[in-house]
């Protein structure tokens, strides 16, 4: 599975934006999708998941209730709509699969994130 991930950039607090994954690959459908992020000087971190099917999701804590993730198995694709974005949401965001909290087998390249004050 190949991942290239898009739609990053800069907005104000407050304001939302749309990450997209697109897969290459047949078997994009078996696995569980998702992202994780990295701030500057900081570890990577889990940010949500969704299963192979759909009808899962799992959110870190600190983006709950404002970031959705969502997948389109038939486009081979995966987005991460995120809404109400504060500073300590910038960061480089990565899309993933075969996630688990921990790490992902298969990851793409960062689209930067970067949310002003």
């Known amino acids: 599975v190949q991942l290239r991930a898009s739609g990053g950039g800069l907005v104000q607090a407050g304001g939302s934006l749309r990450l997209s994954c697109a897969a290459s690959?047949?078997?994009?459908?078996?696995?569980?999708m998702g992202w994780f992020r990295q701030a500057p000087g900081k570890e990577r971190e889990f940010v949500a998941s969704?299963?192979?099917?759909?009808?899962?999701?799992d959110y870190a804590d600190s983006v709950e209730g404002r970031f959705t993730i969502s997948r389109d198995n038939a486009k081979n694709t995966v987005v991460l709509q995120m809404n109400s974005l504060k500073p300590e949401d910038t960061a480089l965001y990565y899309c993933?699969?075969?996630?688990?909290?921990?790490?992902?087998?298969?990851w793409g390249q960062g689209t930067l994130v970067t949310v002003s004050s």
């Open positions: 969704i299963t192979w099917s759909g009808g899962i999701t």
């Open positions: 690959g047949r078997a994009f459908s078996r696995y569980n």
């Open positions: 993933a699969a075969g996630i688990n909290r921990k790490s992902a087998y298969y």
